[in-house]
């Protein structure tokens, strides 16, 4: 009776085991889904987020209206600063021809602070850009207290005055976006072609792997 009573609980236990055993491997493959189902939500924000980042600087001053730029610069910049010619420094150093000098220095008789003095750089579409979004946010310490200007296209006719009010660098071109797709298209191309090629070249080892992909099928079944 001990034997069989033994061998029952054995099995009894043997059984537990297995159970526990299936129940943590199926915990593993509904842990493993969830994060699956939680991972497209998160790679749509990064989509988002990283759009948000690109701003297409030459698209925008190709579009920007040098105009409504002078008018905004005056009422929103013109209590510190002047843009004429040999104009006077106000509480901010006078802004004519300022695209592309030097960050932080080049104006007489105007004193800079060390974050903006330190900054090092010039003023590049992209740096004014920056600049005007958030001056705290380019040259943290800086004296010019302007909460700055959120809208890309407000920055861009305020630039594209600056630009037409004393020069600076050529305005950047729009991004290529047709051109990008080209060039993905021809990559493609090229990924086909050597695949083409690799497929002429080792017949024999092009069919070793699918070889192989039947023999681990069975395997994981
Ligand atoms: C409240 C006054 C004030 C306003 C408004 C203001 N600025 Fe300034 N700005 C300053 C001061 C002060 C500095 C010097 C900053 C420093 O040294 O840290 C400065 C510096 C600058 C510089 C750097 C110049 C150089 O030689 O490197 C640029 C460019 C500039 N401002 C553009 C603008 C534009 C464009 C606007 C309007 C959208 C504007 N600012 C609005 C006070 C102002």
Redesign the pocket.
Known sequence: MDDRFNTAAGWVLFAGIVGLGLSAVSSRYFATHAPEEGGYPIEGAVEEGGAEEVLDYGALLAAADAAAGEA??VA??G???TFNQGGANG???N?YG?MG?P?????PG?T??D???SHGGS?SYEN?FA??ES?RGF?PG?????AG?SSPEDRAN?IRF?YENGGGPPLPEPLPEEASEGEEAATDAAADAEVENTGEAGTPEADAPAAGADQTNPVGE
């Open positions: 905004a610069a929103r910049c209590t510190c600063h509480q901010g150093p802004l300022m000098k960050i932080g220095e080049g104006i105007f800079f602070s974050a903006l003095a003023w004014m600049w005007l001056p040259a800086t004296k010019m207290s302007f200007l305020i600056m």
